[in-house]
C-alpha cells in the first residue's frame, strides 16, 4: 500500500537552480520524512516533519507540510550537481509504530 | 562507526533455491524493517520487527521469511516460493521511538539466474 505519490516523476535543472518535489498522501500522519537515494545505494534520510508542524528547514533544504490537503513539498535552493539523485518522501501513519510508507519517487538531474 | 551493514552486495540465486540476505545494525535500535525496491519505483515494505524474538509481515511477505533472535540482526530468507525475487532489497533500522528516521544500509542486488 503505497501512500505517499511524488510529483514530478522525474526533474532536470540547471545547477544553481532551485528543484521542487511534491508529495501527496491519503491517510492521517504522525510525521513525514524524505530520503534521498543515490544510484545503486541506500537511502539517507534528510529530514523529519511533525503533523503539528508547517515549515521546516535544514541547511538549503526547505519542507512544508500541509495536513489540510495532505501534500507536502521539498524544496532544494541553489542545487548542485551532487544533488542528483532519487527523493522519497515516507509518511509515518497515524496509529502505526514509526512503520514507513514510501512513495515512488523523483529523479533528480542538476546538470552543470 | 554506527551503522548499518548489509550482505552481500549482489547475489545470484537459482530456480527453486533459497537464499539468505544479511543485515546487522550496531546502532542499538529496537526496530529493523526490510524493504524490496524495483527499478523505478518506491519501497514496499516486507517484514518488520519491534524487538527481539517479534516480527510481523509486512505489504508483501508471501515468498519471505524473516528472524530476529539477536537485537543487531535481522536475517532475510528468500523462499523458493518467491516467484519473482529479482530486486534490490534494503534494510532499515531505528530507535523505534517516537518521531524518528530510519538508518539505511545499502542494499543486496539480487538476481535469478
Known amino acids: 500500500s503505497q501512500q505517499g505519490e511524488e510529483d514530478p516523476q522525474a526533474l532536470s535543472i540547471q545547477e544553481g537552480e532551485n528543484a521542487t518535489m511534491n508529495c501527496s498522501y491519503k491517510?492521517?500522519?504522525?510525521?513525514l520524512q524524505w530520503y534521498r537515494q543515490n544510484s545503486g545505494r541506500g537511502l539517507v534520510h534528510l529530514i523529519l516533519?511533525?503533523?503539528?508542524?508547517r515549515e521546516k528547514h535544514s541547511g538549503r533544504l526547505r519542507v512544508t507540510l500541509d495536513t489540510s490537503k495532505k501534500s507536502s513539498s521539498l524544496l532544494i535552493t541553489a542545487s548542485r550537481a551532487a544533488d542528483t539523485a532519487s527523493y522519497f518522501c515516507?509518511?509515518?501513519?497515524?496509529?502505526?509504530?514509526?512503520?514507513?510508507?514510501f512513495g515512488a519517487g523523483t529523479r533528480l538531474a542538476v546538470h552543470p | 562507526d554506527g551503522g548499518i551493514t548489509q550482505s552481500p552486495k549482489y547475489l545470484f540465486r537459482k530456480e527453486g533455491q533459497n537464499v539468505t540476505l544479511s543485515c546487522e545494525q550496531n546502532?542499538?535500535?529496537?526496530?529493523m524493517y526490510w524493504y524490496r525496491q524495483d527499478p523505478g519505483q518506491g519501497l514496499r515494505l516486507i517484514y518488520y520487527?519491534?524487538?527481539?524474538?517479534?516480527?510481523q509481515k509486512g505489504d508483501i511477505a508471501e515468498g519471505y521469511s524473516v528472524s530476529r533472535e539477536k537485537k543487531e540482526s535481522f536475517p532475510l530468507t528468500v523462499t523458493s516460493a518467491q516467484k519473482n525475487p529479482t530486486a534490490f532489497y534494503l534494510c532499515?533500522?531505528?530507535?523505534?521511538?517516537?518521531?524518528?528516521?530510519?538508518?539505511f544500509g545499502s542494499g543486496t542486488r539480487l538476481t535469478v539466474v
Open positions: 532499515a533500522s531505528s530507535s523505534g521511538q517516537g518521531a524518528v528516521g530510519y538508518t
Open positions: 491517510t492521517s500522519i504522525n510525521n
Open positions: 516533519i511533525r503533523s503539528n508542524e
Open positions: 515516507a509518511t509515518d501513519p497515524s496509529g502505526g509504530y514509526n512503520k514507513l510508507i
Open positions: 546502532l542499538n535500535h529496537d526496530a
Open positions: 520487527s519491534q524487538i527481539v524474538n517479534d516480527f
